[in-house]
């Protein structure tokens, strides 16, 4: 149950719980770091060597390999109840993706990358779903999904603008490098927040309720 002292009003009237607004927060945060790079990945895969055609295929490999994955590991995750940890694994795993990105030299690794990344998206997306659906209120599950969604896009569209920005000035490479350590920060961030600092614990009963 929700309580005053946990609940905080948005400028457009919502109230979300402190649990909300965590998620709310990194994922937003990862969202944005996403939003730098997606809208450029064709520019990307032609300074790479490649083509049209190769950043379809690349795109297409990535987005049914992550919804297969998806699909098998929320069934995996059901019976493993720690979505905390998953999500944070998902955050590491993503950094590792933005690292190959950096220093990627050839269509095969773009190839394999693509797949890496559908696995952390696999393991962190049901994860995340899961802690923000437990989160929420039954009255007003509406509005506190519609707050992540209104603030998820807002942060996108933001981050195609600042993506170019910095593509332009400091190239690729550093961009990913960003990304990476962004990345790597929240999920081993996440993992602090949960095993050292007991007065920040995340999620509260609802961290509680997963391992049951």
Known sequence: MQTEDT?????????????????????TIINFTVGMFAPFYAVFVEKIGGGA????TSWALFSVVSGLLILFFSKWELRVKRQFILLAVGYI????????????????????????WAVASAIGTPAFDALYTSSTS??????????????????TGIAALVG??????????????????????????LLYQRYKVQK???????VVDTKK
């Open 53 to 56: 055609v190769i950043a379809g």
């Open 164 to 189: 170019g920005l910095l593509i332009q000035t400091i190239g690729f490479r550093i961009l990913f490098i960003i990304m990476a350590i962004i990345s790597a920060s929240l999920g081993s961030g």
């Open 200 to 206: 920040f614990s995340f999620l509260g009963e609802a």
């Open 93 to 116: 795993f993503r950094s590792a993706v933005f690292l190959s990105y950096a220093f990627m030299n050839s269509i095969s690794q773009l190839l394999i990358t693509q797949v890496l």
């Open 7 to 27: 609940i905080k009003t948005l400028p457009g009237g919502s109230k979300l719980n402190k649990n909300l607004r965590l998620l709310i927060f990194v994922n």
């Open 138 to 155: 039954k009255e007003t599950a509406i509005v506190e999904w519609a707050d992540w969604e209104g603030v998820s896009a807002i942060a």
